[in-house]
């Protein structure tokens, strides 16, 4: 499948609510084609982050650069992404990955795991995720047919 090169800015210090907006019309002004936020402790929580992004701008993609599925609980992460895709006006784009700093699951109080237990727990994300998504409990009013999702 073919798909155009686009251009993404990774923002990754937090600002207050005037501050981050600016950033994110300015990202815009220069021409990037997608705002993404990481997923580390001590910076800017993704979702509320990127919803404020979809207030300040009209046409970038926005994007989660990118989750650490061991922070998640698969449908509490299906519902946070369902309602950030729908206050987006249908912009977001989900990263997800292990997880590779040990520091901050201690600091969370959530077990690390050894490289494989960390890519098996993505791999079951995903596929909750998917399973999620595709529900009218967690996606309602959602349109029906193939390739619909919330």
Do not use: Q
């Not at 210090?13 to 501050?19: D, H, S």
């Not at 650490?68 to 946070?80: K, S, T, V």
């Not at 990955?97 to 520091?103: D, E, K, L, N, Q």
């Amino acid at each position: 499948m073919n798909r155009p090169f686009r251009f993404g800015v990774n923002l990754t210090v937090p600002a207050p609510a005037e501050e981050w907006r600016a950033k994110c019309r300015r990202a815009e002004e220069l021409g990037y084609d997608v705002i993404l936020v990481p997923d580390h402790l001590g910076m800017t929580a993704p979702f509320p982050a990127l919803v404020a992004a979809a207030e300040a701008t009209e046409r970038p993609r926005l994007g989660t650069f990118v989750l650490n599925a061991g922070f998640w609980n698969p449908a509490l992460l299906a519902r946070e992404v369902a309602t950030t895709d729908a206050l987006t006006g249908g912009r977001l784009e989900l990263g997800l990955g292990t997880g590779y700093v040990r520091a901050e699951h201690d600091a969370a109080g959530l077990p690390f795991g050894a490289p494989g237990e960390r890519v098996d727990r993505l791999r079951r994300t995903v596929e909750e995720l998917g399973r999620l998504l595709d529900s009218p409990t967690t996606c309602p009013g959602r349109s029906s047919g193939p390739g619909s999702r919330c």
